[in-house]
């Protein structure tokens, strides 16, 4: 899913931008690439960093991040690489070069050794990813090239010192100094130019101080008028939406032919549409930020989809009901991955010589049964995180686990039943009816 979409764009990027403008704007993005900022941070500042070197809105970097994780996990991979070679405001080097010997970083030696070693396992990850993983990667890359390329203009840092150069002596030289001339202590101030020793009247043209070309000066007390800029009504979002609408359409139909598209796919694809049209908002001018309410909520569903070990088929999903009254009509199990399902036993008849075995088992959601007043029931309830309601029995919290015998109010004697009741998330309740 990721590699496609980053397939798509080189497509479309590769006919319009040389090699010569790419290596350029890698040249640039380098020399001037964000600080990680003390305030706004969550962690170490990547995503703060990113969106104020950008002049965008830090909580669309921060939803990137997320989505970019869901891609076995590229954004980890990204972000250790940002908290590495992203250095703080107040640092002359990032951490991974301090460690190198170039210049002094805040970040303790220990930290940045084990971020490091923390690299490691992720670009492990990267390898055994796959196509999705290392889709994710270019997409993340090709995402920053983009941005750079749109916005590397805007908050450009000063330029730096470089490490061991000498006192005062900056990167750039002046046009004064490269013929022999000074710069006097007065020109962060006046802007003057002190003129050479070979040119006491100050002849040279780089020490005449002439005032910059403008307008004519505006009238003594005169207030000027403000200017209202009028910001353009972005369409990235409405298209945005209307393109995921189309994706969840497509998928769901196709879902019926093709076992890939399980729902912790069908979000990715979501996510990574809603991603991909913030950030083209970003780039034009901050439009679609009202996308990151449906991207959170997406993200964190997706996470705990691919993170939860789910034993049941992912492409079930909504609401199982069942009432039989036969004993044939009883499945041996009723499952789903995501929703609720309802099992009601009431109807079945109260022969004593039979016996009823059936299981119950949902990934995300919650199971209710009913069972007859009368018959024997045998019970065994589990969630890995939620709450469990077991005959008489009631527990909540994390591994809930009950093992419960009710013969009725008749006592032992009737029908029956045996269930095996079970929710990785959610609730689990079974009650007499």
């Known amino acids: 899913m990721c590699g496609r979409l980053v397939l798509s764009k080189l497509v479309v990027v590769s006919g319009s931008i040389s090699a010569a403008s790419v290596e350029e704007t890698l040249k640039d993005f380098w020399a001037t690439r964000p ?16 969106a104020k070197r950008y002049q965008i809105d830090p909580v669309i970097v921060r939803v990137a991040f997320v989505a970019m994780a869901l891609c076995n996990g590229a954004g980890v991979l ?23 010997g170039r210049g002094r970083s805040s970040t303790p030696t220990a930290l940045t050794v084990l971020l490091g070693l923390a690299v490691i396992p992720a670009t492990g990850f990267f390898v055994d990813g796959g196509f999705t993983m290392v889709g994710g990667v270019l997409l993340s890359v090709g995402a920053i090239y983009l941005l750079h390329r749109g916005r590397g203009q805007l908050n450009r840092p000063e330029p730096a010192v470089a490490f061991g150069v000498g006192d005062g002596v900056g990167v750039g030289v002046g046009v004064g100094e490269g013929v022999g ?19 006491p009247l100050g002849a040279a043209p780089f020490a005449w101080d002439l005032p910059e070309p403008g307008g004519a000066p505006e009238p003594v007390g005169a207030t000027p008028a403000p200017v209202v800029a009028r910001r353009r009504r972005s369409r990235v979002g409405v298209a945005t939406f209307g393109a995921a609408l189309v994706v969840l359409a497509g ?19 979501l996510v990574a549409v809603l991603g991909g049209g913030m950030v083209l908002g970003a780039l034009r001018g901050g439009g679609g930020r009202g996308l990151m309410w449906l991207v959170v909520p997406l993200s964190v569903v997706g996470v705990l989809l691919t993170s939860v070990d789910f034993d049941v088929d992912a ?32 109807g079945l008849p109260n022969d004593e010589s039979r ?32 709450s469990v309601r077991c005959l008489d029995r009631e527990s909540d919290g994390e591994g809930r686990h009950e093992q419960v015998t009710d013969y009725g109010a008749d006592g032992p004697g009737g029908l029956k039943i045996v269930l095996d009741v079970r929710s990785d998330l959610g609730a689990v309740e079974v009650s007499r009816g």
């Open 78 to 100: 990204i972000y250790l690489l940002g908290w590495l070679w992203l250095a703080q405001d107040d640092d002359e080097v990032s951490a991974a070069e301090s460690l190198i």
């Open 355 to 386: 016996t009823v075995d059936t299981g119950v088992e949902v990934g995300l959601g919650s199971i209710k049964v009913m069972v007859p007043a009368n018959a024997d029931v045998t019970v065994d309830c589990r969630t890995d995180l939620g």
């Open 251 to 269: 998928s769901l139909v196709t879902s019926a032919y093709s076992d890939w598209f399980h729902a912790q796919h069908i979000i990715g694809l």
């Open 181 to 199: 001339g000074k710069v006097s202590t007065d020109e962060h101030t006046t802007g003057q130019v002190t003129p050479p020793a070979w040119d």
């Open 35 to 50: 600080r990680r900022p003390h305030d706004g941070r969550k962690i170490a500042g990547v995503a703060a960093g990113i």
């Open 315 to 346: 492409k079930q999903m909504g609401s199982t009901r069942a009432r039989p009254t036969t004993f044939e009509d009883v499945r041996d199990q009723y499952t789903a991955s995501v929703g609720e399902v309802e099992l009601d036993l009431t």
